[in-house]
Each structure stands twice: as structure tokens, then as C-alpha cells.
Nanobody
């Protein structure tokens, strides 16, 4: 079993930056793909990005490519989401997730464990 806890959300002005963290418990963290998703009010949960088990591969949604960066530190059982040049449309609850795959996945169905989410609000 893997337990995930996100942190780092908050309120930021458009153009600003935020860094999210996701701390994982469980011995299998190092072999799992980690993903970030987000859900705005009244909308579906959308893929943001993912990182392979060893950090060697990442993938991003087109809407965040070039602005967001995912990284992981397997020694600390933590995955990060660095968000730059934030826009009001980035406002959402952000979730980290873990899946039993080694390579990146963009479908929420491929992720087995989810955190509780952290709110990110970008003001215009």
C-alpha cells in the first residue's frame, strides 16, 4: 500500500510560481510511476504530468508544457511539481497519484493510489 500526502498549495498572482510536494509512504514508491492531476470546480480531473519510476522520463499535458516541471527524489520518497508562469486557468485542486507502472501514464485509470489534494489558486 502507498499513502500520498500533498503540500505546498496556496494563493499566487498570475505569472508567479508555486512548488508542490507529494510525500509517499510504502516500500514500492521507488518502482512506481508518479503523476500529477488537477480538478477545477465542476470539471473533470485532468492529467498534468507524470514521471517514470527512476525519473528518466517525464510527460506533460500541452496546457502546462514549458511551464511545469516534475521531479522526484526516491531517497526521500517525494515527488515535486514546480509550477512557473501560473495562469488563472491553473486554479484547481492538485492531486498526486501513484501507479503500478514504471513508465509514464496519462490516464487516471492507471493510477491506484491518490493523495487528498492541495488547492492552488491563481489570481488575475
Amino acid at each position: 500500500q502507498v499513502q500520498l500526502v500533498e503540500s505546498g498549495g496556496g494563493l499566487v498572482q498570475a505569472g508567479g510560481s508555486l512548488s508542490l510536494s507529494c510525500a509517499a509512504s510504502g516500500r514500492t514508491f521507488n518502482s512506481y510511476v508518479m503523476g500529477w492531476f488537477r480538478q477545477a470546480p465542476g470539471k473533470a480531473r485532468d492529467f498534468v504530468g507524470a514521471i517514470s519510476w527512476n525519473g528518466g522520463s517525464t510527460s506533460y499535458a500541452d496546457s502546462v508544457k514549458g511551464r511545469f516541471t516534475i521531479s522526484r527524489d526516491n531517497a526521500k520518497n517525494t515527488v515535486y511539481l514546480q509550477m512557473n508562469s501560473l495562469k488563472p486557468e491553473d486554479t484547481a485542486v492538485y492531486y498526486c497519484a501513484s501507479g503500478r507502472y514504471s513508465s509514464t501514464r496519462s490516464s487516471a485509470r492507471d493510477y491506484e493510489y491518490w493523495g487528498q489534494g492541495t488547492q492552488v489558486t491563481v489570481s488575475s
